[in-house]
């Protein structure tokens, strides 16, 4: 049997490296979530695959001094640059403004060694209301990917990560999530990951009061976190954006034929059918992140040989079944559907 200079065998010495990785692994993980479900405000990295870190960033505008404020945009800008290389975006995050920024929760992949970024998620939050109320909706926002990294299974980050730390950090309550987009891939990533989405092609998929109602506050209000112009249209009933690309958004328009598809063709075939590319049009998305989502998140997007993930899905299991009536019961300060808080705020 081979065996090390100080006579440990080798196959053992080889598997308590592999232990000792996967603590590591199981410790820095566990930090991120307990970071993220104690910190008022988040700004938290963690490793999320070989060779490259994730930072996540709640209202930048406000958390970040300026001169961490604007390397941060100088990060962002060098994505941006080489997915774009030709144009410019000048709307929301690349703005620089911090009035812009207090309300956006940036999700920034890095090469470890380098630190060079190579892809990131802008995520804004909007107040919208919702029969009578206001209601929290948290916007996906632009995501971007340095060509050079395109293809190493990046998306499981941008789209859902930061979705579902907000979604663990405010107790497992549902959260209403949009899109606009134009992509077929996109569209369909989130109405296979997201609950109750609409517009969508899935069997089912039907469109709500609610998804009407928070549908015309965010074209009313919010135009401006995606991008589009007062003089663009909306078809409130397919909830459609129509002649989207006229407020700074310009240089993301795509053509049907160049725009990524989806693996499940009924995605690619719904927004050909949908939407008119030459006028350059969006679909607006509305869902919602709950357990179900949630669950199907970790078990179809995450990559399954993460040991944090399966842990994670089999906590999100045991919440669904036991924990979680209880603790939405006592918890007196905040509605959870038909329950009410004990006091109002005044």
């Known amino acids: 049997m081979a065996s090390t200079d100080n006579g440990t065998p080798a196959s053992r010495r080889k598997g308590l490296a592999k232990a000792r990785a996967a603590f590591d692994g199981l410790r820095s993980h566990a930090g991120f979530w307990l970071g993220a479900l104690s910190q008022p405000t988040i700004d938290l990295t963690l490793r999320t695959q070989a060779g490259q870190r994730t930072r996540i960033v709640e209202s930048p505008g406000l958390s970040l001094p300026k001169a961490e404020l604007d390397a941060l945009v100088d990060q962002l800008r060098i994505v941006a640059a080489k997915t774009l290389p030709q144009e410019s975006l000048s709307y929301g995050i690349f703005s620089g403004e911090p009035e812009r920024l207090s309300r956006a929760i940036i999700t920034l992949i890095c090469e470890e060694d380098s630190g060079r970024p190579i892809a990131f998620n802008a995520l804004s939050v909007m107040d919208v209301p919702l029969d009578g109320e206001p209601a929290e909706v948290t916007h996906l926002g632009l995501v971007m ?72 506050g965010i074209m009313a209000q919010h135009r401006a976190v995606f991008g589009v112009g007062e003089e663009a249209g909306f078809d409130e009933a397919r909830s459609v954006i129509t002649n989207a690309y006229t407020g700074g958004s310009d240089a993301l328009k795509k053509t049907f034929e160049i725009a990524p598809k989806h693996r499940n063709a009924i995605y690619n075939d719904f927004c050909e059918r949908e939407l008119d590319y030459a006028r350059g049009d969006d679909v607006l998305q509305l869902g919602r992140i709950d357990l179900a989502g949630a669950r199907r998140y970790l078990l179809s997007e995450v990559p399954h040989g993460s040991l944090p993930a399966l842990l994670a899905a089999s906590a999100m299991l045991a919440l669904q079944r036991l924990v979680l009536p209880v603790v939405y019961w006592m918890d007196d300060t905040r509605a959870f559907g038909t329950l009410r808080p004990r006091k109002q705020n005044t």
Do not use: C, E
């Open 145 to 216: 990917v340095d060509p050079d990294v395109r293809g190493q299974g990046l998306s499981w980050v941008l789209y859902g990560l930061t979705a579902l730390v907000l979604f663990a950090r405010d107790g497992l309550r549902p959260k209403w999530i949009s899109n606009v987009t134009q992509v077929p891939a996109v569209a369909g990533m989130v109405s296979d990951t997201f609950s109750d989405v609409y517009p969508s092609p899935q069997p089912g998929a039907r469109q709500s009061f609610a998804h009407l109602q928070l549908a015309r």
